[in-house]
């Protein structure tokens, strides 16, 4: 932490509980057509430079990762990496935006080469590994035979989070910290997958996995989200008794006070998808809440700093936690649309930032799409391009690509 205090861009905690760090264009505009013109002609010469896997043959595929400002080529993860099902998905949203069988082809290969993972119970990521590339392909995949594969693989890994369940917490295990039982918010992404899963089979086994799916997500409600709507990052708790035992550090800036801007944005999106595949209203208390903190904290076609707590304009941005929180918040425009916010109206502001030329790689030679985005700052500080941020950017521009023509 010292580091990070000397590197220049934390400020001391009574400053960073009073103010927030956004940057903000002069006039902030709702995106428009050419905008996502622009982002989806982007994206297509640059997926299509990242796909080459001529010689990396499986289980040698390596996924795109991300690069960071100074990098021109990708950094790459094998098949086990958190990230490996966000390049797969953003194929899929190509196919999806062109109808062109080569984007099809592509989404395919890379798909299959990660499906095996389904089955291993290593990690508590399966739902951006498997359940987002997976869940598309089970969407637009034409053919039945391939949507079959799909649908099995989903299944699979709602089967192997489920193994990571404990009864007295009553959550899924999503890591050790600190070498103690943990949670983390991100986990809320990946929960809803068990729903899906447990509405497919259905019987008990299915309503099994909709119980755990759910009660996973109302467990982090319960203990992440804060009064103020504000979330934690990590916290541990007694597998034996199911008890808190407290925050740990993860990627925020402090561990008990802080708010991680990009957790602050999945659990928005997690509540939410939560909602949609049960009907809780605590899920949707819980999405509206969260949503309420980050708009108090970063204002129509701002964007933040990594952490929502750190006040100084020099410090790095994460604009993945920006397009998260847009697609989070288009997806709660349908679910809610009476609710207490212009969701769709800040989401649609958001993205006319993201997709501006100040935001893309367009005048860079990044090989993703979205810049100043942050991966784990307390690691590595500088901003760069990362498939998760590129992937949900893709997934709004798409959504709303056809609501913005004029
Ligand atoms: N799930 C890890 C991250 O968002 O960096």
Redesign the pocket.
């Known amino acids: 932490m010292l580091a990070l205090l000397a590197a220049g861009f934390l400020l001391p905690p009574a400053a960073a509980a009073t103010e927030t760090s956004v940057v903000c264009p002069v006039d902030p505009l709702p995106v428009t057509s050419a905008q996502t013109d622009a982002l989806f002609a982007l994206a297509a010469g640059r997926l299509y430079a990242a796909s080459d896997i001529s010689g990396l043959k499986p289980p040698g595929v390596k996924f795109p990762f991300g690069a960071t400002a100074r990098q021109t080529q990708y950094m790459r993860s094998d098949v086990y990496g958190?990230t490996a099902g966000f390049y797969p998905a953003e194929l899929w949203l190509m196919y999806e935006r062109t109808a062109d069988p080569a984007w099809l082809a592509l989404a395919r290969t890379w798909t299959r080469s990660l499906l095996p993972v389904a089955k291993w119970t290593g990690s508590h990521d399966l739902g951006f590994m498997i359940g987002l590339p997976a869940g598309l392909g089970m969407r637009l995949d034409p053919d039945p035979a391939q949507r079959i594969t799909y649908r099995r693989a989903i299944i699979d890994a709602a089967k192997s989070l489920s193994s990571r369940w404990n009864n007295k917490v009553k959550a899924i295990k999503s890591g050790e910290y600190d070498g103690k039982w943990g949670l983390i918010i991100?986990s809320a992404m990946n929960a809803p997958m068990l729903i899906e899963a447990g509405d497919m089979i259905g019987g008990t086994e299915g309503a099994l996995l909709r119980t755990r799916g759910q009660q996973h997500l109302l467990t982090l409600a319960k203990y992440f989200v804060r009064s103020d709507g504000s979330t934690f990052h990590r916290l541990t708790f007694n597998p034996r008794t199911g008890a808190l035992t407290g925050p740990v550090y993860g990627?925020g800036y402090n561990m008990a006070t802080s708010t991680w801007a990009?957790g602050q944005a999945?659990a928005m999106y997690g509540f939410a998808k939560g909602y949609a595949v049960t009907g809780n209203p605590a899920l949707l208390a819980a999405a509206n809440r969260t949503n309420a903190f980050w708009n108090q904290q970063v204002d129509p076609g701002c964007v933040p700093a990594w952490d929502l707590a750190v006040s100084s304009a020099f410090a790095p941005r994460d604009s993945s936690a920006a397009a998260i929180a847009a697609a989070a918040m288009l997806l709660l425009a349908d679910l809610d649309p009476g609710g207490s916010s212009d969701n769709r109206q800040l989401a649609l502001t958001t993205l006319g930032t993201l997709t501006s030329s100040e935001w893309t790689s367009v005048n860079t030679q990044s090989p993703g799409l979205l810049i100043k985005q942050t991966?784990?700052v307390p690691i590595l500080k500088y901003e760069g391009s990362y498939v998760?941020g590129d992937a949900y950017l893709l997934e709004s521009a798409l959504k709303v690509s056809e609501t913005t023509k004029r």
């Open positions: 958190w991100d990627q990009r999945w991966w784990n998760w």
